[in-house]
């Protein structure tokens, strides 16, 4: 059974309720709709009450180009999610910046003249290569700390459940590895009042197929629950895995996991940023513009908005401007085409997530 999330009177949250009982609340004016930039329905109390709550978890499944996150209490699911990592875009884009940083070293330097009269840079001993996450990485880490500061906004969470990852022999490395220390030292940083649990991928499996759990292993970029949102749930902490040398082992606790959860898709909208240089100069020295997410319009890219065209009613995120109309596109960033500015409604402003429901 689905589960409303209830946020209490001074801002704390609540163990969710029942989706009749919120709309019971709401009706009579007890509560009323709490805005989140994830897209849930929850709910906000106008009345003061008790704040017992029950341990509930959130489990995540960390992947290269795709990482899986499950909100899990003891009785039901609460909450699963698909989230669409930013790996691929932000790799071309640096590709891309030391391909133009390349050309413009090329551009500068005059190797006609004597090496000791060229224009190179001063040598430099304090910007060498340092012990950092490489961008891309670090853009799929802090997207996942974006969704689940969002989500501890709306559950009671008591622990949190990180997979680590290790590499098969035949492999000896895997990207996914990177980062996995520095995702936890922010856990345990930021949120100290959270359990911090981490737990082996194989561990994972075990409790996946104990659970009875469904899983995707042909395609992992198919926006469904089997991908990864199910290992995220099976991260949970509720069951342990117990053994004493020389003999069987035992599960140990209990859970009661819902494969109808409310389940999303979460992508970050791909808003290029402003370029005062482009890759191909323009004849004349009067390039176009281009990125920025601020449109002539009164709206932003990534802003949440419906527009109107021949009697149809469109709803997606700005795109793109002209000197007239605003581009809108759907969650999977596809074009449903251009709209006269003055026919366009702004129903939310950018929040930097995209969040679309899926069954």
Known sequence: MQRVPVISKDGTPLMP?????????????????YSNDL??????????????????????????????????????????????LPFD????????????????????????????ERAHRQVRFDNRRQRKIPPSIRANREFELRVFKELIGLFPVEAVCYEIVKASGSKGFSPVMVGQNWMLERFASDYTNLKVLTQQGGETSNLRQYLRLPKEKADKSKEIRETHATDALAASWFLKYR?????????????????????????????????????????????????????????????????EKAGIVYR????????????????????????TARKVRLLKRNTGLICKAAL
């Open 243 to 307: 053994q004493i040398k020389g003999s069987r082992g035992w599960w140990e606790g209990e859970v009661e996991v819902s494969p109808h959860a409310p389940f999303a898709i979460v992508s970050r909208p791909p808003v290029s940023r402003r370029q005062l240089h482009l890759m191909v100069p323009a004849k004349g020295g009067n390039h176009r513009r281009y990125g920025g997410t601020v449109t002539g319009h009164g709206f932003r890219k990534g802003d949440f908005v419906e527009a």
């Open 89 to 116: 875009k932000i790799k071309k884009r640096m590709e891309q910046r030391e391909m133009m940083r390349r050309g413009r070293r090329g551009r500068r330097i005059n190797r006609k003249l004597p090496f000791s």
């Open 17 to 33: 309720t029942k989706p009749s009982r919120a709309r019971r609340w709401l009706r009579d004016g007890k509560a009323r709709v």
């Open 316 to 339: 997606g995120w700005v795109s793109g401007d002209t000197k007239t109309q605003v581009s809108i596109s759907d969650a999977n960033w596809k074009r449903l085409g251009q709209f």
């Open 39 to 84: 897209g849930i329905f929850a709910i906000e109390l106008l009345f003061n009450t008790g704040e017992e709550v029950q341990p509930v978890a959130v489990g995540i499944d960390p992947g290269k180009k795709f990482t899986g996150m499950a909100v899990q209490s003891k009785r039901t699911t609460l909450w699963m999610g698909h989230l669409k």
